[in-house]
């Protein structure tokens, strides 16, 4: 199959395209960050993540399975929950006018249309999208993804190292698995 997964050279995005490559898959990526290290060898052609839905439908042409981990974590500038909510529609959009077969789209536990959190209600808007599409989907909902390269779980075990105190909601089950390993 041909996938196109975006981030590629990011962090989600490297570990998919290479179990991906594994299995013989043809991957390519859309990034808006062309000029990452390319830990493939220049063998994912790269494509922008503009949002420019003409564009992007060009891009995918010839693409069975489009894997979408798009996200905007904190809203910074002009680039808001609300703006992550438009970009995945255009990218939605572009993968069925570029006849793509299904959808993987990594989501978040507990998305929700009615939560305070804009987050959580812009990842329930991209299911919607996607679950609206037509087009066949597997919609991902993890909790947290632990990796060398993870943001959340390598501040909190850096924390950890470093301060005597730490504090951890509810009873400190959900994360203490992870923390331990890093911590150790
Ligand atoms: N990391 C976690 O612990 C975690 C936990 C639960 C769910 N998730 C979900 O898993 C997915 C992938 O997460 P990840 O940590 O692997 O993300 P990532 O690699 O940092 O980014 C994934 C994609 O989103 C694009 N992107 C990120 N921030 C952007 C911004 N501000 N403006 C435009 N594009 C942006 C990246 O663009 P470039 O290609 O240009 O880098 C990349 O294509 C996300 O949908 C996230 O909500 C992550």
Do not use: C
């Amino acid at each position: 199959m041909k996938i196109a997964v975006t981030g590629a050279f990011s962090y989600s995005g490297k570990f998919i395209t290479k179990r991906l490559m594994e299995h013989g898959e043809k991957v390519i990526t859309l990034t808006g960050h062309p000029n990452r290290p390319d830990p493939f060898d220049g063998q994912v052609k790269v494509y922008p993540l503009d949002f420019d839905e003409a564009g992007m439908t060009k891009s995918l042409q010839g693409v069975d399975v489009l894997v979408n981990t798009y996200w905007v974590r904190f809203d910074r500038g002009d680039n808001t929950q609300p703006r992550a909510v438009e970009n995945t529609q255009n990218l939605v959009n572009a993968a069925r006018a570029a006849g793509i077969k299904r959808i993987v789209n990594i989501s978040i536990a507990n998305p929700s249309a009615d939560s305070h959190l804009p987050y959580y209600w812009g990842k329930a808007a991209n299911e919607k999208t996607v679950i609206e599409s037509g087009i066949s989907y597997a919609i991902l909902r993890p909790t947290v993804l632990a990796g060398d390269e993870d943001i959340l779980i390598n501040n909190i075990a850096y924390l950890l190292r470093r301060f005597p105190l730490f504090t951890i909601p509810g009873d400190g089950k959900q994360y203490a698995s992870e923390l331990k390993k890093h911590y150790e």
